[in-house]
C-alpha cells in the first residue's frame, strides 16, 4: 500500500513515514503542499496522510481543490477543535486525527479507509486460489497463509492485479520502493526470490516468471 505523508515537520514526517514502513506501506513524504502535487502528478497513492498547516498554504484549502476521484486522505493535524474537525471532512477528507497520534493507531485508520467501499481498491484480489487482501497485507494460496515480507507482498499485490499482463520492471519497482530507497540491479530479483520461495512453500510453485530487461509476470495460477 502506497501512501504519500504531506507533513512539513521533517522529524515528525520521518517518524511516520518509519512506523508506517514497520507496518507495510510503502511511503513518499512531502514537506508542502507544491512537493505533494509534484508527487502527485506522477505516482498514484492508495491513501494521502495529510497535515493542514503547511508553508505554502493551508491543507484544508489544498484538499478542496483536489479532484473528486482522489485517493482517500487522513488528516493528521494539531487543530483538535469541533469545528476545524468538521471543516477538514467538509473539504474531503475521509478521516481526521489530532496529534500526537499513535503509529499503529494511523496505520489502522489507514486500512480502514482502504476497506471502505467506493475506495479505489478492490476489499481483496483474487487470482485463481491465491488470495490477498490488500488492507491487511495477507496474502493465501488456498487455506495456506504466506508469510510475506512487505516487500514481497507489493509484488505479489501488484502482479494479481495485472494477471494476463507482463508488468514492466518500473511499475513493480514504485510499488515496492519509495522514492528516497536505492534499488541495486538486483534487489528486485531477490524479493522475487523470496516471493517464489514462499509460495512454493504453500504449495504454489512455479507462479512468479521474469522476462529479462521487461518485467514480471503470474503463471496460471490453480483453482
Ligand atoms: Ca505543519
Redesign the pocket.
Known sequence: MRVLII???ERLSLLLAEGLARRGFSCDAAGSLAEADDFLAVTGYDALVL????PDGDGVDWLRALTADHAPVLVLT?RASIGERVTGLDAGADDYMVKPADPDEIAARLRALLRRPGTRDPARIEVGALHFDPAGREARFRDTPLRLGRREAALLETLMRRPDAVVPRETIENAIYSWDETVSANALEAVASRLRRRLAEAGAGGLVHVVRGVGYYLGEVAE
Open positions: 507533513e512539513d515537520n497535515d493542514l498547516g503547511l494539531a
